[in-house]
C-alpha cells in the first residue's frame, strides 16, 4: 500500500467501462522522449484549485492545449470543471472566475479526469511551476482513479532561466516571461488560458532551444535538472 | 461537433475586432478558429519567402510585427500588424510570393491551411469579399461610414454618381441637316422641349439648336425659316458616354456655359441631359455659384463667389462626396471663378492687346485642389511684331499683378515662392517657356526637377490656348525622348517614400501643435503624382491630372487597369482625408493644413490608410523598376 493510499485510506471502486477506459489508457505506448519536437505531441496543461495548499486544496479545473510539430493546434484544446461536493471560498472564486454554481454543475470528477487522459493520451506533459499541477492532478487521480499517475512533466519555470540566464534573476512568474515575449492572455486565471499562455511560451523557448542543440523534451528535461542545481546553489 | 471551448471562442473573439474577420459570420468565425494553429517567431526569424516554394499557408499576426520586403530591390515596403492577414494574391493566384515576410519583433501568427483557406473562400461570402476586392471592400465601409457620421440623405451623393443613361431616359428629339429651321422650330413647340439635336445617318449627332439661339441667329440677323438647320446649328457638339457620371455632365455645363449636354454611345445620340435633369446637382449649389460667377459684374460679387465655393466644398465633403469629384468640382469652379476675373481684369484695362494665355500649374493644373489652396499660375504670350518679349512683358506685367491680388482677394493667397503670372520668371513668350523647360530637362539639377515638378502639370486657363497646346506637344516630344530626365525624375519621386506603418516608423513629424502628425500631402499623395507626372512624360499622355495621366499611361505601359484603378483608390481615399482634416480644422475655427494624427483615425480607416500607403510603394516599385533606380 503506497503512501496516498494510506493518507486517503480507502480504495476506489470504478464502474467497468470506467475502467476498461482506464486499462485502454495504461496500454496505449509510451512516448518517445528523444524524438524532435518539430515531429512530437505534447501537452501543456495548468489547473485552477480551491487554493495554493498542496496537501489541503482540490483540483478545480484543467486546461490543455497540444503543441505538435512546434504549433499550437487550436482545436486540439481541453477544458473542464470537476465537480466540487463543497465549492471553494468567495476569494478563491474571484481568481479563477469558476463560481459555485459552475463548480457544482461541474463534470463526476472521474469522468473529467478518464477525459482528461483520453485528452493526454501519453503525450509527455509540459507546465510552469510542475510541482503545483502535478500535485493536484496527482492527488486527483487517486482519489477518484485509484491508482499512481507517473507520467513525464518537464517544468518551464526551471527550463526557460536555463535558456536565457541574463533573466533568470528577475524573471520568476509566467506574468514575467509572458510579458517579455508579449505574450498576450485571453483569460489570466482560466486554467485553459494560462494553458495557451504557457504553450506560447514554449513555442519561444523553442529555438532558443534548438540554438543550443536541444532538440528533443528529453534534453530540455537535463537543462531543467541542470537549472534545478543552479537555483538550489542559489 | 461539441460545443467550441473557451479558447476557440477567445480566438473567434479576437479576430472579430479586426477586417475582414469582423464582418464575418460568426459561426464562419468559429470554423476558422476551430482550424487554425498558434506558430511562433523569433524576431528576424523569416516567415515566408520566394524560396519557400508554393505557399501552404495563410497567416493572420495574433502579436507582434512583420516586415513586408520586396525581394527583387530588397526594400522593406509595408509593416503588418495584429490582425492583418497575408499572402492573399500568392494563395489565391497559387503561386509563390514575391515578397519575404520577416519577423520584426516576436511574433506569433494563426495560420490556416491552404485547403482550409479555399474552403473558407467558398464558405464566406464577407471573406471571399475581401479577399478578392481587398482595398475596394474596405473603402465601400469607409464611406458608409462617413455618411453615417454625417447622417444626411445620401440622395445627392448617389445621384451625383448616376450614370447618365439613367437620368436621360427620354427619347431625344432630332432632325436632320436638311431639314428647314421653322419645321424645326415647329418641333420644338410641339415637344415643349428647349433643344433639338441635329443627326445625320444612324444617330450621329451633327450639332444642336436651342431656343436661346434664336434671338442670335434667327430674329436679329432675320434668317430665312425655309435655312437649312445645317446652317443655324451649333456644329460639332459635345458628347459625353452613358456611363458617364451626372457630375460629369455638371461639370461640362459649368465649365462651358452650356445648358444641354449629349450622351452619346459611340457615334449613336442616345439621350439630352439638360440643366434641369441634374436637380440634385443644382439643389448642392453647382449650377447657381457658376451661373454668378458668370454674372459678376465686379470683384465684389467674385469674392462672395468664392466663399460659396468654399461652403460648397465643406458641404459635399459633410455628404461623403467621392474625392476625385469633389477636388475636380472645387477645380472646375475656381477655373471658372479665375476665368471671370480675367475678364474682368483684361475689360478695364488698354494692355491686353497682346496675345496671352492664362497657365495654372501644380494642383491647379492637376485640377486636384483641396478646400486650402494658393495660387500657383503663370502666362505664356506671343511677341508681337516689331517688339521684343521684354517689351510685351512690361504691358502684361500690371495686369497680372491686379490678377494676382484679385485671386488673393477671392481667399486663394499669394504664392510664397512667387511662382505667379505677376513675376516676371513666370510670365514669358512660348520661345522663353521653350528654353526654359529645355534648361530644366537638360540640367537635371535638384532645383530643375522640382520646377518640373510644379510646372510640367501645366494647364492653360484662358486665353490662346493654342499656345498652351503647342508648348504641351513640345514638352512632350522633349521628355519622350530625352530618357536621362525621366531617370532623374524617377529617382527624384523614389527619394519621398510612403511610410511603413503606422505604428513603428510611422513618419510623424513636426513640432509643437504638429508633433506626432503625418503630412498627408507629403507622404500620401505626391508619391502617387510625382510617379504619374513620371509615366505621363514619358509615354506622351498629355493629362495632367494624376488619374487621367495613369488611366492613360497604363495601357501603354501595359500596366493592368486594376493595379491603375488600385493606386487611383488609393490616391483618393488620401485625397479624401486630406479633405475631412481640412473641413474639421475649419469647423473647428483652425488654420487648415494637410496634416492629420494617425490616433485621431478609427481603425477601418488607418487600415486603409496602411493599405493606400501600399499601394503607393507599389507605384514607386513600378518606376524603380522601369528606371532601374
Same mark, same amino acid.
Given at each position: 500500500m503506497g503512501l496516498f493510499d494510506r493518507f486517503f485510506g480507502r480504495r476506489v471502486e470504478l464502474d467497468p467501462a470506467a475502467r476498461q477506459r482506464l486499462e485502454t489508457w495504461r496500454a496505449r505506448p509510451e512516448p518517445g522522449l528523444s524524438d524532435d519536437f518539430r515531429a512530437t505531441r505534447l501537452v501543456v496543461v495548468d489547473v485552477e484549485t480551491t487554493g495554493l495548499d498542496l496537501a489541503r486544496d482540490r483540483l478545480i479545473a484543467i486546461g490543455a492545449c497540444a503543441v505538435e510539430n512546434g504549433q499550437v493546434v487550436m482545436a486540439d484544446s481541453f477544458e473542464i470543471v470537476l465537480r466540487q461536493d463543497k465549492t471553494s471560498t468567495k476569494d478563491n472564486i474571484l481568481i479563477h472566475g469558476i463560481g459555485g454554481e459552475a463548480q457544482r454543475d461541474g463534470l463526476e470528477p472521474a469522468e473529467a479526469l478518464l477525459r482528461f487522459l483520453d485528452f493526454l493520451g501519453k503525450s509527455p506533459l509540459v507546465a510552469f511551476h510542475v510541482t503545483f499541477d502535478q500535485t493536484m492532478i496527482k492527488?486527483?487521480?487517486?482519489?477518484?482513479?485509484?491508482?499512481?499517475?507517473?507520467?513525464?512533466?518537464?517544468?518551464?519555470?526551471?527550463?526557460?532561466?536555463?535558456?536565457l540566464p541574463e533573466h533568470a534573476r528577475r524573471y520568476r512568474a509566467l506574468d514575467d516571461?509572458?510579458?517579455?515575449?508579449?505574450?498576450?492572455?485571453?483569460?489570466?486565471?482560466?486554467?485553459?488560458a494560462d494553458a495557451l499562455a504557457t504553450a506560447q511560451l514554449f513555442l519561444c523557448a523553442l529555438p532558443l532551444a534548438e540554438a543550443k542543440r536541444s532538440t528533443c523534451y528529453r534534453n530540455l528535461q537535463d537543462l531543467e535538472k541542470a537549472q534545478r542545481w543552479i537555483s538550489w546553489e542559489n | 461537433m461539441a460545443a467550441p471551448n473557451s479558447l476557440i471562442l477567445a480566438t473567434a473573439e479576437h479576430l472579430a475586432r479586426f477586417a475582414p474577420f469582423d464582418s464575418m459570420a460568426k459561426e464562419h468565425l468559429i470554423w476558422l478558429a476551430e482550424r487554425l494553429k498558434l506558430a511562433y517567431y523569433g524576431k528576424g526569424e523569416v516567415l515566408l519567402s520566394p524560396d519557400h516554394g508554393d505557399v501552404k499557408r495563410f497567416y493572420i499576426i495574433k502579436q507582434g510585427a512583420v516586415q513586408v520586403e520586396q525581394t527583387e530591390t530588397g526594400g522593406a515596403w509595408l509593416e503588418l500588424h495584429e490582425g492583418e492577414s497575408f499572402p492573399l494574391g500568392a494563395l489565391l493566384g497559387g503561386r509563390t510570393t514575391v515578397s519575404s515576410f520577416k519577423a520584426?519583433?516576436? %511574433?506569433? +501568427?494563426?495560420?490556416?491551411?491552404?485547403?482550409?483557406f479555399h474552403a473558407l473562400?467558398?464558405?464566406?461570402?464577407?471573406?471571399?469579399?475581401?479577399?478578392?476586392?481587398?482595398?475596394?471592400?474596405?473603402?465601400?465601409?469607409?464611406?458608409?461610414?462617413?455618411?453615417?457620421?454625417?447622417?444626411?440623405?445620401?440622395a445627392e451623393q448617389q445621384s451625383l454618381r448616376s450614370p447618365l443613361s439613367s437620368i436621360a431616359r427620354r427619347k431625344p428629339i432630332t432632325c436632320s441637316p436638311d431639314t428647314p429651321l421653322r419645321q424645326a422650330l415647329e418641333t420644338i413647340q410641339e415637344n415643349t422641349i428647349s433643344a433639338i439635336v441635329v443627326v445625320e445617318g444612324e444617330d450621329r449627332p451633327v450639332g444642336v439648336f436651342t431656343v436661346r439661339d434664336l434671338i442670335s441667329r434667327v430674329i436679329l440677323p432675320g434668317t430665312d425659316l425655309n435655312t437649312p438647320m445645317r446652317? %443655324?446649328? +451649333?456644329?460639332?457638339?459635345?458628347?459625353?458616354a452613358p456611363t458617364a457620371h451626372a457630375f460629369e455632365a455638371a461639370m461640362l455645363m459649368a465649365r462651358h456655359g452650356f445648358r444641354h449636354v449629349l450622351v452619346a454611345d459611340g457615334d449613336r445620340l442616345t439621350g439630352v441631359i439638360s440643366e434641369k435633369d441634374l436637380f440634385s446637382l443644382q439643389r448642392v449649389g453647382v449650377t447657381q455659384i457658376s451661373a454668378s460667377i458668370r454674372g459678376a459684374a465686379n470683384l465684389d460679387t467674385l469674392v462672395k463667389a468664392a466663399e460659396d465655393i468654399r461652403r460648397l466644398g465643406h458641404n459635399m465633403m459633410a455628404q461623403g462626396v467621392a474625392a476625385e469629384q469633389l477636388t475636380q468640382i472645387l477645380s472646375t469652379l475656381n477655373d471658372i471663378l479665375t476665368q471671370r476675373i480675367i475678364e474682368l481684369e483684361c475689360s478695364a484695362t488698354q494692355d491686353c492687346r497682346h496675345a496671352f494665355c492664362w497657365l495654372a500649374f501644380g494642383s491647379e493644373g492637376r485640377l486636384e485642389q483641396t478646400l486650402s489652396t494658393d495660387q500657383d499660375n503663370g502666362i505664356i504670350f506671343t511677341v508681337p511684331e516689331g517688339e521684343t518679349a521684354d517689351q510685351a512683358r512690361a504691358c502684361l506685367l500690371p495686369l497680372a499683378e491686379r490678377i494676382n491680388r484679385a485671386l488673393d482677394a477671392c481667399g486663394f493667397p499669394l504664392c510664397k515662392g512667387e511662382i505667379m503670372a505677376m513675376n516676371p520668371k513666370w510670365c514669358l513668350s512660348l520661345d522663353e517657356w521653350k528654353?526654359?523647360?529645355?534648361?530644366?530637362i537638360d540640367a537635371g539639377d535638384p532645383e530643375s526637377l522640382l520646377n518640373a515638378s510644379i510646372f510640367f502639370d501645366f494647364r492653360p486657363l484662358l486665353g490662346q490656348e493654342k499656345l498652351a497646346e503647342e508648348l504641351q506637344a513640345w514638352l512632350l516630344a522633349k521628355t519622350t525622348t530625352t530618357p536621362r530626365f525621366l531617370h532623374q525624375m524617377a529617382a527624384n519621386a523614389l527619394r519621398n517614400r510612403p511610410p511603413l506603418g503606422l505604428v513603428r516608423d510611422f513618419v510623424v513629424d513636426g513640432e509643437g501643435?504638429?508633433?506626432?502628425t503625418l503630412d498627408l500631402k507629403l507622404n500620401g499623395t505626391t508619391p502617387f503624382v510625382d510617379a504619374a507626372r513620371v509615366l505621363a512624360l514619358a509615354t506622351g499622355v498629355a493629362a495632367t491630372g494624376t488619374a487621367a495621366r495613369l488611366r492613360g499611361a497604363g495601357p501603354k505601359l501595359n500596366i493592368p487597369e486594376s493595379e491603375v484603378e488600385a493606386w487611383l483608390s488609393s490616391f483618393f481615399f488620401i485625397q479624401m482625408l486630406r479633405l475631412n482634416g481640412q473641413h474639421e480644422e475649419m469647423e473647428a475655427g483652425k488654420p487648415m493644413d494637410n496634416r492629420i494624427d494617425p490616433d485621431q483615425l478609427n481603425d477601418l480607416d488607418r487600415r486603409i490608410l496602411k493599405e493606400s500607403f501600399r499601394q503607393a510603394r507599389k507605384v514607386q516599385a513600378r518606376l524603380a523598376l522601369d528606371y532601374k533606380v
Amino acid at each position: 500500500m503506497g503512501l496516498f493510499d494510506r493518507f486517503f485510506g480507502r480504495r476506489v471502486e470504478l464502474d467497468p467501462a470506467a475502467r476498461q477506459r482506464l486499462e485502454t489508457w495504461r496500454a496505449r505506448p509510451e512516448p518517445g522522449l528523444s524524438d524532435d519536437f518539430r515531429a512530437t505531441r505534447l501537452v501543456v496543461v495548468d489547473v485552477e484549485t480551491t487554493g495554493l495548499d498542496l496537501a489541503r486544496d482540490r483540483l478545480i479545473a484543467i486546461g490543455a492545449c497540444a503543441v505538435e510539430n512546434g504549433q499550437v493546434v487550436m482545436a486540439d484544446s481541453f477544458e473542464i470543471v470537476l465537480r466540487q461536493d463543497k465549492t471553494s471560498t468567495k476569494d478563491n472564486i474571484l481568481i479563477h472566475g469558476i463560481g459555485g454554481e459552475a463548480q457544482r454543475d461541474g463534470l463526476e470528477p472521474a469522468e473529467a479526469l478518464l477525459r482528461f487522459l483520453d485528452f493526454l493520451g501519453k503525450s509527455p506533459l509540459v507546465a510552469f511551476h510542475v510541482t503545483f499541477d502535478q500535485t493536484m492532478i496527482k492527488k486527483a487521480v487517486k482519489e477518484y482513479l485509484g491508482f499512481e499517475f507517473k507520467h513525464p512533466w518537464l517544468d518551464l519555470a526551471y527550463v526557460m532561466p536555463g535558456l536565457l540566464p541574463e533573466h533568470a534573476r528577475r524573471y520568476r512568474a509566467l506574468d514575467d516571461w509572458s510579458g517579455h515575449f508579449r505574450i498576450n492572455n485571453f483569460a489570466r486565471h482560466s486554467a485553459l488560458a494560462d494553458a495557451l499562455a504557457t504553450a506560447q511560451l514554449f513555442l519561444c523557448a523553442l529555438p532558443l532551444a534548438e540554438a543550443k542543440r536541444s532538440t528533443c523534451y528529453r534534453n530540455l528535461q537535463d537543462l531543467e535538472k541542470a537549472q534545478r542545481w543552479i537555483s538550489w546553489e542559489n | 461537433m461539441a460545443a467550441p471551448n473557451s479558447l476557440i471562442l477567445a480566438t473567434a473573439e479576437h479576430l472579430a475586432r479586426f477586417a475582414p474577420f469582423d464582418s464575418m459570420a460568426k459561426e464562419h468565425l468559429i470554423w476558422l478558429a476551430e482550424r487554425l494553429k498558434l506558430a511562433y517567431y523569433g524576431k528576424g526569424e523569416v516567415l515566408l519567402s520566394p524560396d519557400h516554394g508554393d505557399v501552404k499557408r495563410f497567416y493572420i499576426i495574433k502579436q507582434g510585427a512583420v516586415q513586408v520586403e520586396q525581394t527583387e530591390t530588397g526594400g522593406a515596403w509595408l509593416e503588418l500588424h495584429e490582425g492583418e492577414s497575408f499572402p492573399l494574391g500568392a494563395l489565391l493566384g497559387g503561386r509563390t510570393t514575391v515578397s519575404s515576410f520577416k519577423a520584426l519583433t516576436d %511574433v506569433f +501568427t494563426y495560420e490556416l491551411d491552404k485547403a482550409d483557406f479555399h474552403a473558407l473562400l467558398k464558405l464566406s461570402p464577407a471573406f471571399q469579399d475581401f479577399c478578392t476586392r481587398r482595398i475596394a471592400t474596405l473603402l465601400e465601409r469607409s464611406q458608409r461610414s462617413v455618411q453615417a457620421r454625417y447622417a444626411t440623405s445620401t440622395a445627392e451623393q448617389q445621384s451625383l454618381r448616376s450614370p447618365l443613361s439613367s437620368i436621360a431616359r427620354r427619347k431625344p428629339i432630332t432632325c436632320s441637316p436638311d431639314t428647314p429651321l421653322r419645321q424645326a422650330l415647329e418641333t420644338i413647340q410641339e415637344n415643349t422641349i428647349s433643344a433639338i439635336v441635329v443627326v445625320e445617318g444612324e444617330d450621329r449627332p451633327v450639332g444642336v439648336f436651342t431656343v436661346r439661339d434664336l434671338i442670335s441667329r434667327v430674329i436679329l440677323p432675320g434668317t430665312d425659316l425655309n435655312t437649312p438647320m445645317r446652317e %443655324v446649328m +451649333t456644329p460639332n457638339p459635345v458628347s459625353l458616354a452613358p456611363t458617364a457620371h451626372a457630375f460629369e455632365a455638371a461639370m461640362l455645363m459649368a465649365r462651358h456655359g452650356f445648358r444641354h449636354v449629349l450622351v452619346a454611345d459611340g457615334d449613336r445620340l442616345t439621350g439630352v441631359i439638360s440643366e434641369k435633369d441634374l436637380f440634385s446637382l443644382q439643389r448642392v449649389g453647382v449650377t447657381q455659384i457658376s451661373a454668378s460667377i458668370r454674372g459678376a459684374a465686379n470683384l465684389d460679387t467674385l469674392v462672395k463667389a468664392a466663399e460659396d465655393i468654399r461652403r460648397l466644398g465643406h458641404n459635399m465633403m459633410a455628404q461623403g462626396v467621392a474625392a476625385e469629384q469633389l477636388t475636380q468640382i472645387l477645380s472646375t469652379l475656381n477655373d471658372i471663378l479665375t476665368q471671370r476675373i480675367i475678364e474682368l481684369e483684361c475689360s478695364a484695362t488698354q494692355d491686353c492687346r497682346h496675345a496671352f494665355c492664362w497657365l495654372a500649374f501644380g494642383s491647379e493644373g492637376r485640377l486636384e485642389q483641396t478646400l486650402s489652396t494658393d495660387q500657383d499660375n503663370g502666362i505664356i504670350f506671343t511677341v508681337p511684331e516689331g517688339e521684343t518679349a521684354d517689351q510685351a512683358r512690361a504691358c502684361l506685367l500690371p495686369l497680372a499683378e491686379r490678377i494676382n491680388r484679385a485671386l488673393d482677394a477671392c481667399g486663394f493667397p499669394l504664392c510664397k515662392g512667387e511662382i505667379m503670372a505677376m513675376n516676371p520668371k513666370w510670365c514669358l513668350s512660348l520661345d522663353e517657356w521653350k528654353a526654359t523647360f529645355a534648361r530644366w530637362i537638360d540640367a537635371g539639377d535638384p532645383e530643375s526637377l522640382l520646377n518640373a515638378s510644379i510646372f510640367f502639370d501645366f494647364r492653360p486657363l484662358l486665353g490662346q490656348e493654342k499656345l498652351a497646346e503647342e508648348l504641351q506637344a513640345w514638352l512632350l516630344a522633349k521628355t519622350t525622348t530625352t530618357p536621362r530626365f525621366l531617370h532623374q525624375m524617377a529617382a527624384n519621386a523614389l527619394r519621398n517614400r510612403p511610410p511603413l506603418g503606422l505604428v513603428r516608423d510611422f513618419v510623424v513629424d513636426g513640432e509643437g501643435d504638429q508633433a506626432n502628425t503625418l503630412d498627408l500631402k507629403l507622404n500620401g499623395t505626391t508619391p502617387f503624382v510625382d510617379a504619374a507626372r513620371v509615366l505621363a512624360l514619358a509615354t506622351g499622355v498629355a493629362a495632367t491630372g494624376t488619374a487621367a495621366r495613369l488611366r492613360g499611361a497604363g495601357p501603354k505601359l501595359n500596366i493592368p487597369e486594376s493595379e491603375v484603378e488600385a493606386w487611383l483608390s488609393s490616391f483618393f481615399f488620401i485625397q479624401m482625408l486630406r479633405l475631412n482634416g481640412q473641413h474639421e480644422e475649419m469647423e473647428a475655427g483652425k488654420p487648415m493644413d494637410n496634416r492629420i494624427d494617425p490616433d485621431q483615425l478609427n481603425d477601418l480607416d488607418r487600415r486603409i490608410l496602411k493599405e493606400s500607403f501600399r499601394q503607393a510603394r507599389k507605384v514607386q516599385a513600378r518606376l524603380a523598376l522601369d528606371y532601374k533606380v
